[in-house]
Nanobody
């Protein structure tokens, strides 16, 4: 069974940091490019970051460049998103994706 499970969300103050994790199972993780997305209420889903299967290439949407870092551990079938300097407008449900497969998401709330 193909499965993605996100964790690490929560409440953080503006300017704070969180590290999200995505645990994968049921497919060849090491051969799959992975992505992080977020979706705020009433807004479209936004692609945040991508990492290629080997981890050798990453890319980010402009709004998170320099603050977010995507990484993966193919030995553990996990992918992370380190998020620094978080802003209130980044409150959203954060999800990982392996193409057509999605996790259930983890809520991030940035508020004082």
């Amino acid at each position: 069974q193909v499965r993605l499970v996100e964790s690490g969300g929560g409440l953080v103050q503006p300017g704070g940091s969180l590290r999200l994790s995505c645990a994968a199972s049921g497919f060849t993780f090491s051969a799959t490019d992975m992505r992080w997305y977020r979706q705020a209420p009433g807004k479209a889903r936004e692609l945040l970051a991508l990492i290629t299967s080997s981890g050798g290439t990453t890319s980010y949407t402009d709004s998170v460049k320099g603050r977010f870092t995507i990484s993966r551990d193919n030995a553990k079938n996990t992918m992370d998103l380190q998020m620094n300097s978080l802003r209130p407008e980044e409150t959203a449900m954060y999800s990982c994706s392996a193409g057509v497969v999605w996790g259930q998401g983890t809520q991030v709330t940035v508020s004082s």
